[in-house]
């Protein structure tokens, strides 16, 4: 979260840098309240925050906007036609690029949601109207959000690509959009077609046991369960981040 979309409490501190105390007023309590308990509204508003330092003699405040982002909303998987795409965009920029032969969406500029993105699920529900342009399959393909960038000029939205709940790697998709909030960038390395096991043959003991038998000083500090595409198709793999015989590794091992 930062100032320009905020989903969660904010801490408001009560001491500056220089020992002086600080006290907060909310123009909004039921938006943001003086202890920096957010309430999600029905739909996105700004609230000002008004900090009051005491140091000493002196006295100054200052005053933060910030604002609250509407509560989530439901999943939705709604196609978007070309046709919507152009209405949307009359008079303005539409670009699609595709890959494989042109077989499959990969980069769209211009406008193509009719509905402003504000939150995590409506980027997913944005993703989810132009997939079927990817070859995306809603029996089996998902998208997580695992990161968002928001400032003035609009916000980013990062998510990943799931088969059956197992992470694609390379499955990367970008959505950003305008400063009123409508998604008119996309950018996705998707992939289609995806037949694979999602129940792995190694467990993470048999997988220590392996590189135990390799080096002498196994430590494994993190593990994750990924499909990865090494030229023959999507695999089920092991992404390990591992100490080596004192060396620090990320291991790619396939299950």
């Known amino acids: 979260d930062n100032r320009y979309a905020v989903t969660e409490d904010v801490i408001l501190p009560e001491t500056g840098v220089w020992g002086g105390s600080i006290t907060w007023e909310s123009s909004e309590e039921g938006l943001v309240s003086a202890k920096g ?34 509560k989530e909303v439901q999943e939705q998987k709604k196609e978007v036609s070309y046709e919507e795409l152009l209405a949307w965009n009359e008079g303005g920029q539409l670009e699609m690029y595709s890959s494989d032969g042109g ?29 079927h342009w990817m070859g995306a399959d809603e029996e089996t393909d998902s998208f997580r959000l695992y990161r968002r960038i928001s400032n003035e000029d609009g916000t980013v939205y990062r998510m990943s ?6 992470k694609v790697f390379g499955g990367d998709l970008i959505l950003a959009t305008d400063a009123e909030g409508y998604a008119d960038y996309l ?18 003991e048999r997988i220590q046991e392996i590189l135990e038998g390799i080096y002498s000083d196994v430590v494994l500090e993190g593990s994750e369960l990924l499909l990865y595409d090494g030229g023959d198709g999507c695999r089920l793999s092991w992404s390990l981040d591992a100490v080596l015989d004192g060396t620090g590794y990320h291991v790619l091992m396939a299950d």
């Open 103 to 131: 077989e499959t969406l990969s980069h769209i500029n211009g406008r193509f949601t009719a509905q402003k993105v504000e939150t995590e699920q409506e980027a997913i529900n944005a993703v989810w109207g132009v997939a």
């Open 37 to 70: 308990l957010v309430t999600r509204p029905d739909s996105s508003r700004e609230v000002t925050l008004t900090a009051t330092i005491h140091n000493r003699d002196c006295t100054m405040q200052k005053e933060f906007t910030l604002r609250v982002i509407k």
């Open 161 to 166: 690509q799931y088969y059956k709940g197992i």
């Open 187 to 204: 950018s996705t390395g998707f992939r289609k077609g995806i037949d694979a096991e999602v129940e792995p043959m190694l467990s993470e």
